[in-house]
């Protein structure tokens, strides 16, 4: 994944948005398939 390249150790903060925006897409992703 892209988006943790670019987040710091530290930044637990966007590190939860970015995985809850991927889970969001994910789910999406899913919804579409079944």
Same mark, same amino acid.
């Given at each position: !994944? @892209?988006?943790?390249k670019t987040l710091?150790?530290? =930044? !637990?903060?966007? #590190?939860? +948005?970015? @995985? %809850? %925006?991927y =889970?969001? &897409? &994910? !789910? !999406? %992703? &899913? #919804?579409? +398939?079944?």
């Amino acid at each position: !994944m @892209e988006i943790n390249k670019t987040l710091q150790p530290g =930044d !637990m903060g966007t #590190k939860w +948005l970015a @995985e %809850k %925006k991927y =889970d969001n &897409l &994910l !789910m !999406m %992703k &899913l #919804k579409n +398939l079944g």
